[in-house]
């Protein structure tokens, strides 16, 4: 079990929210929602003259976990990257509508990208972690930040790794490459890297795609637990795993919403003959 | 196919192989102590030196001659070869090197009591010790038992007399004229404000003409003992025969070691290599640079490579960051790095007349006007020096790291700079603790290329600031301790001086494989530390695998 006795403190900035929902039993919640955190609106998104987000507007509730699901290209990944702008990078990129979290626009020109960085968090479809030791991947996002206080360091190395459950395997060589590690050790860590901030959001782009069966129920299962402090979006290509891990999915096809409900739901009795189809698995 | 190319790597690897060898082999070969032979001449023949029967040296090689003398019919004639000989005494022949036809010698011989001394002056002198004057009247003669002993004991002294001419000559009196100097300067520094002198200019210049007598009494003395140190190198001989008959006597102050080739085992063999290796490594030239060793113009080169790397590693890296991670990329930055790139197609002597007019002229001029008007017209910077040189070969190096660092940047995986920016890094916290380390071995190969070319350039060094003999290293031990403004010797350099600018070409052949051999052996040495700190940067920023 990560620490939860180590996590137990709220922040302010969020109302206390009691259920955590227990495994296999998600807590349905109809319709939008008032504890939602993220809020999707009328987004529209482009690539050049290519449109590939249409209209979409969803909300993403606090504290849970929500998968994007649909075939490849239809836009899941890119929406995921832009709830942390990181389509930034990209050329002649343009978007309309907004996306709100926790009430403010990520768009605002007032709001710096560094700073919403900070707050929501990463693990990448190909575990990246940095040519340094496993120490000074963990403590990154505090040290780019000028927090370099060693125990400070140390306590946020240990907390995370609990977090990510990689502490008892790599405790006693924390000096070491980060590339000695396994491949689902490396994503563990990568996730410890993200949560590493304590972030209030954690977006996960196909977190399992690479990694071997037993590496990717670890990974679930973190998930799992993380969901008790952080509002996790997953993008998965794995239906089982969808249904596994998120209380809420959202199908998507070319660019479009076309359903978002109960992961349950979704899974057993789907509005949308469209969804319907993809979830048996006659197409995508 | 397969075939064809293979043949192309064999025959590169062979050229480069048999190049190398030629090298290393001839380079060595001028340490190992070879015999010296004596050759009775058949009688009448004018083929010796000054008409004497018998004359000797090393053999240098055996060749066919150059001018055949035909055959007439039915008649077989045996081959007709010369030795060129290494004959020494050059105060007695005028020349080092005698080539002398097979059919005069009528006996070759090996002489055990024959001694090859190396000197100060003429090169190395082949003889047979007659005996030796000490300063107490006594003599040793050669056949003596003593004899080596004494020779010896007389060399090892003058030789540390000579390091101790050497101290009071160069560090003392040398210090004293840089005080010399730096008194005249502010000398001048108060007559140069004009008019009406002040009382405290005029105390000050009474000052500074007391402590001016102050240093040339102290001057007065140094020179006397070192006058007195010199009279004493004077004061033992050696009198000796060369082998065609004429009788020497040299002061032994003059000599520098001597052995008996003709008598040495193996090891001592072996140890008079590496003796005489290690001398050519450490000592400074002399005679025109063919005699003595290289030390200047290993060390010269050592400290040029070293400056030009400090000066091209920021200077290329900070471009190519900009090109490839700033830089909007498009026409004018992909024509940028096309032009780039042709820098490096520039012939290297264009970097040196730019490097001689800009940075020694313009730059070097600017600096002296600025900052050492006083020793004006004499030329602080605004003359070659090292710190020029290193410029210009950077300059012309800047191209190779630009090329590599873009190279090894864009192999940072964006998926490693994703995962940086997510983690709230702005982007330059990302280039410089992401980005950057993980590219370093990259950086490094270009760095060790340019190393590569930049430690055997000689041509534009000519002009900004190489010279055939410096006086003094760049960096010694006088304050400020590293002289970029010093002319300074190069090894590059160095070969085309002796084999080229030479007066005794013969002479200088062997010094010019040896010298080829040790600037190899610099930049060999130069790649490798940077290939290990590669390495090691490599291990640790290995990147992902997976």
Redesign the interface.
Known sequence: MPAADTMTETRAIRPKEQSTPAAGAPTPIEGPFDQAYIKIRDFNFYYGDNKVLHDLTLDIAERHVTAFIGPSGCGKSTLLRNL?R?ND?VDGIRHTGDILVNGHSIYDPLLEV??L??R???V?Q???????SIYENVV??L???GRNRKSELDEVVERSLRGSALWDEVKDRLDE?A?SLS?GQ?QRL?IA??IA?RPEILLMDEPCS?LDPIATAKIEELIHDLKREYTIVIVTHNMQQAARVSDRTAFFYLGKLIEYSVTKAIFTNPANPQTEAYVSGRFG | MVWITSMGLAVGLTMIVFLLGMIVYNGLEVFWPKPVVRLELREGSTAGLNNAPAFGGVIVKTQEKAVQVLASEGETLAPQREYQLFVGNKDVYGFGYKFVDNTEIVAESRPPEIVVAERLEYGNAIFVPKELKLADGNTVTGDDRQFEATLESLVDEGNKRRTEIRRIERDQIGDLNRKFDSIRLARRSIEAKGGELSPADREKLAELDATSTALQAEYELKAAKARELRDLQHANQIVYTTLDGAERTLPTGDLIGFYYPNTLSLPGKAGLFVHRFWSFLSDEPREANTEGGIFPAIFGTFVMTLLMSMAVTPFGVLAAIYLREYAKQGVFVRSVRIAVNNLAGVPSIVFGVFGLGFFVYFLGGTIDRLFFSLSLPTPTFGTGGVLWASLTLALMTVPVVIVATEEALSAVSRGTREGSLACGASKWQTIQSIVLPASLPGILTGLILAMARGAGEVAPLMLVGVVKLAPTLPIDTIYPFVHLERKFMHLGFHIYDLGFQSPDSEAAKPMVFATTFLLILLVVCLNLGAILIRNHLRKKYRTSTF
Not at chain 1, 126 to 132: A, L
């Open positions: 942390n990181m990078l560094i700073a960085r900070k929501i968090g990463m990448f190909k575990s990246n972690p940095f040519p340094k990154y996002s040290r780019v930040a490459s590339f491949g490396m990568c890297r993200a901030n690479a």
